[in-house]
């Protein structure tokens, strides 16, 4: 396993790390959990990512019970903060809400602080000074490392590091936006300048596509699978995917991989991104999903150009 540095931070993380979106509680109980995050931690693995919103809570609160099996230093932990509840100030990027909501996710984590802290989405709402004057005295005052932004633009971002010049704050260190072989245009284009100008770091979702880069959807939705539960992703799987995905299939087939381990080791291969957080319902996918690390290597130039146009 590789370990890239987080844009200009000192930090480390592992070039593949593991989420726990939709999957911790409803698929993944306690125990399973716990073997997980240990299988990708034995496996190199040191960063695991969370949101406030995942399952209300739930996803944080069996994230940091696993976590007592480990030893703090050792693991990057992130958690994300913009849907919190219902109620009017339980939601967004204000002050009040970014502050009182990273508190509650540390109290559900059962840790003193998170080392990467996101905005999970931005806020037209809440001006941009004010996120980052949040931001600032949560890193300040010792609840988390460093702090990030996830699917904004390019130009919300630039509009943070100019706020944060101006206020002698701290500017955002990563970004979390979406990146597989269907999504390619925000991590290749858009952040493009913000790469050299900010030493930006980022932190992928979804290199599987919510699973439909596996394959497991060319003959229909099976029974359990993510789009047979959540209903509202059903409008991403198009005729058109999988029959890219079909095609994928062969080209893993000659490079002696699965074709969810190709879709991954091709996001590895962006040398603009950080760590591909990965996605598992099982200790099976997620051992798979792991060995993309290995197949990285086999991917040439050709190769990587002709999946590439396979898939545009
Ligand atoms: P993927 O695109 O890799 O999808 C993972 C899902 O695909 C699994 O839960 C499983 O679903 C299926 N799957 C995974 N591996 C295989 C395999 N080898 N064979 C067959 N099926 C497989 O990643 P996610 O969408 O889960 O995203 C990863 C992480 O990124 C999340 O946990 C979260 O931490 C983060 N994220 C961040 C977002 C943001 O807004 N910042 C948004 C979304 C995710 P099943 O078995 O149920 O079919």
């Known amino acids: 396993m590789k370990y890239n540095r987080l844009g200009r931070a000192g930090l480390k993380v592992s070039e593949l790390s593991f989420g726990a979106w939709i999957t911790f509680g409803p698929q993944l109980d306690l125990a399973a959990t716990k073997r997980t995050m240990r299988l990708a931690f034995d496996r190199g693995v040191n960063f695991f990512d969370n949101a406030e919103a995942y399952g209300g809570g739930e996803a944080e609160r069996l994230m940091g019970a696993a976590l007592k099996d480990f030893k703090r230093s050792d693991v990057v932990v992130s958690t994300k903060i913009y849907w919190g509840g219902k109620g009017p100030n339980d939601k967004g990027l204000n002050y009040k809400h970014l502050v009182e909501g990273t508190y509650a996710a540390l109290e559900r984590l059962d840790l003193d602080y998170v080392d990467l802290l996101y905005c999970h989405r931005p806020d037209d709402d809440t001006p941009i000074e004010e996120t980052v004057r949040a931001m600032d005295f949560l890193l300040r005052s010792g609840s988390a490392f460093y702090w990030g932004t996830s ?3 390019a130009e919300q971002i630039e509009g943070a590091h100019r706020a944060a010049k101006e206020l002698g704050a701290a500017p955002p260190t990563m970004e979390q936006p979406e990146y597989n072989l269907f999504n390619r245009d925000k ?26 880069l596996s394959g497991k959807y060319d003959q229909g939705i099976p029974k359990g699978s993510r789009l047979d539960r959540v209903e509202w992703l059903r409008e991403y799987l198009t005729p058109d995917k999988v029959a890219k995905t079909k095609k994928l299939a062969v080209v893993a087939r000659e490079l002696e991989c699965t074709t969810a381990q190709l879709a991954i080791a091709w996001c590895l291969k962006n040398p603009n991104v950080s760590s591909v957080i990965l996605g598992a319902s099982n200790e099976k996918q997620l051992e798979e999903n792991l060995g993309a690390a290995a197949v990285r290597d ?15």
């Open 298 to 312: 086999r991917l040439s130039d050709d190769v990587r150009k002709s999946i590439e146009a396979l898939c545009a």
């Open 151 to 153: 699917e904004w633009s």
């Open 187 to 212: 991590i290749e284009r858009e952040f493009a300048p913000l790469y050299e100008r900010y030493r930006m770091g980022t932190t992928t979702w979804s290199p599987l596509a919510s699973g439909i």
